[in-house]
């Protein structure tokens, strides 16, 4: 359970990207604290469902103007938004790389105290991948215009979200089968998005997170055939290994960049400043687990 904290001097959090599948934990968690949060939504996208006690201001990364409104009177930004999920026709990198350098500039017009980028493992290193590389060209725009920040950067997320990559997911565990994405010896790092969003709204107002980048993951790296005996463990029946191109649609060029990257070795997450900060680094056994949960695959937690 979440330990409440005060809210940043009671200032307003905007939040960008609350409707997304992590947006909407990183709210309830910020709201679990008591946090006053502002929602950028976009014109047209649905707030319903969407926790009560919050302010929803309508706007878009890719419209200058909606942001200024949007960032006027708030104490601290926080972003998950992306454009490469598209989940709306139309949406691209352009969202990732102009439209958070829009939501940069309106942070340094409006001089907010701090802006808290979901960021990615080691983007700083993977100058093929493009939506890696827009996370780390946004951390140094945030950098060359000296708005306040912190970065985090999460691992692989241990998750089946509704939508084709759920589904990809579920078909391949009732064939007994899960993607794996390295082979033995080559180990890369999960984690639970429940507990990214934990951090994050830690993130917030921890004196001591200002200006760093973090990486977040589990307790340890996994290799594809770790991951798939995990799983077979945590099941109690044998799982295998899925082709990578064992998914209904072909991965675009980006997740194509992203699955070599993950053959270098170096999507593996020093979580050091991650114990500091926000306390014991979970198991990727717990990562694991509530995955499972939320297919229904394991009864859930008492
Ligand atoms: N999956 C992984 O393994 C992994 C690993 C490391 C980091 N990450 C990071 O984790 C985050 C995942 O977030 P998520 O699950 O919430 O993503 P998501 O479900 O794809 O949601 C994307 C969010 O961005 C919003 N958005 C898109 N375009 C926008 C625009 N032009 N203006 C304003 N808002 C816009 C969407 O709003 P609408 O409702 O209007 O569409 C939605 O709220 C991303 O930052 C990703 O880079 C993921």
């Known amino acids: ?47 319903a469902g969407l926790p009560t006690g919050l302010e929803i201001v309508r706007g878009d990364l890719l419209d ?24 709306r026709d139309g949406d691209s990198l352009r969202t990732d790389r102009e439209g958070n350098r829009n939501l940069v500039d309106a942070a340094r017009r409006a001089n907010v105290s701090r802006f808290v980028l979901l960021s990615i493992l080691a983007c700083d290193q993977a100058p093929d991948v493009p939506h890696f ?3 780390k060209e946004t951390e140094d725009y945030l950098a060359q215009l000296g708005v306040p920040f912190v970065s985090l950067r999460p691992g692989a997320f ?17 064939r007994g089968q899960v993607l794996g994405m390295t082979p033995e010896g080559v180990r890369i790092t999960y984690i639970a998005p429940n507990e990214v969003a934990r951090a994050i709204a830690l993130a917030v107002d921890d004196p001591r ?3 760093r980048k973090v990486d977040l993951g589990s307790d340890r790296p996994l290799s594809g055939p770790e991951y798939a005996s995990l799983i077979g463990q945590l099941l109690g029946r044998p799982v295998g290994l899925a082709p990578m191109s064992g998914g209904r649609s072909a991965p675009t060029d980006d997740i194509q960049a992203m699955f070599r990257f993950f053959q270098t070795g170096k999507y593996v997450a020093d979580t050091r400043q991650q114990a500091a900060l926000f306390g014991p680094v979970p198991k990727v056994e717990d990562a694991a687990r509530e995955m499972l949960r939320g297919l229904g695959l394991l009864p859930a937690a008492r």
């Open 1 to 47: 359970m979440s330990s409440p904290r005060s809210p940043p001097e009671g200032g307003t959090v905007l939040q960008v990207g609350a409707t997304g599948h992590l947006g909407r934990l990183i709210l309830s968690e910020l709201l679990a604290r008591g946090t006053r949060v502002r929602a950028l939504i976009r014109p047209g996208s649905d707030a």
């Open 158 to 174: 241990l998750y089946a979200p509704p939508g084709g990559y759920g589904q990809m997911i579920r078909q391949g565990l009732e």
């Open 133 to 135: 590389w827009a996370k």
């Open 64 to 87: 200058p103007d909606s942001l200024q409104k949007a960032v006027d009177g708030a104490t601290t930004i926080v972003t998950s938004a992306i454009g490469y999920s598209q989940r």
């Open 209 to 211: 997170a200002l200006g």
